[in-house]
């Protein structure tokens, strides 16, 4: 992992370990890397004894392949704070990703943006953009160990299911050694 995106890791961090609540979103339709990454850090800031609260904009549906997953952290997008001091946007390449949740996004305190897309402008206050990650799951482990919070069965099951996804089964050409380390630490 490069010098850069360590520091951006440990920015994010910063943030978040300072923060009594979040608020966690991903994109509209989300696949397994969004589910699975606003799963795993959801539960793990609430094993930290953070307030969480987490969605994605309309149709708020999960396809029920998705069963697997603890997803008790989700809300639909109206009960989304409006201006939440602290929100996290995974797995999200562009602000209009976000559906109805960019307004919230817009009035964030601070906003995070941690996502693996090369077409990702930079935008949030803090980002941690990294195209040659694999899934934005790799990049929430990294996240969730840099801050020493819980990583139980539940929370590794769904950053697991991230990075299968986005890896098509560890077949896409994005499956590099890295991801693998994470995957076996998480299996």
Known sequence: MKQSIRRAIQQAADVLAAAPELA???????????????????????????????????????????????????????????????????DVAAPDRLGELAGPASRAGTLVVIDHHATNPGFGHVTVVDPHAAATAELVYHL????????????????????????????????????????????
């Open 24 to 90: 966690v979103a991903c994109h509209v339709s989300p696949d397994g890397d969004a589910l699975g990454s606003v799963a795993g850090l959801a539960r793990a800031a609430a094993a930290a004894g953070k307030r969480v609260v987490s969605s994605f904009g309309a149709p708020f549906a999960v396809s029920g392949q998705y069963g697997f997953l603890d997803l008790s952290c989700l809300v639909p997008p109206q009960d989304f704070p409006a201006a939440p001091m602290v929100m996290v946007a995974l």
């Open 144 to 187: 969730i160990r840099r801050l020493g919070w819980p990583l139980d069965e539940e929370t590794a099951t769904a950053l697991l299911a991230g990075i299968v996804s986005d890896t098509g089964r560890f077949q896409y050409s994005s499956t590099a050694p890295g991801v693998l380390r994470v995957a076996a630490r998480l299996v």
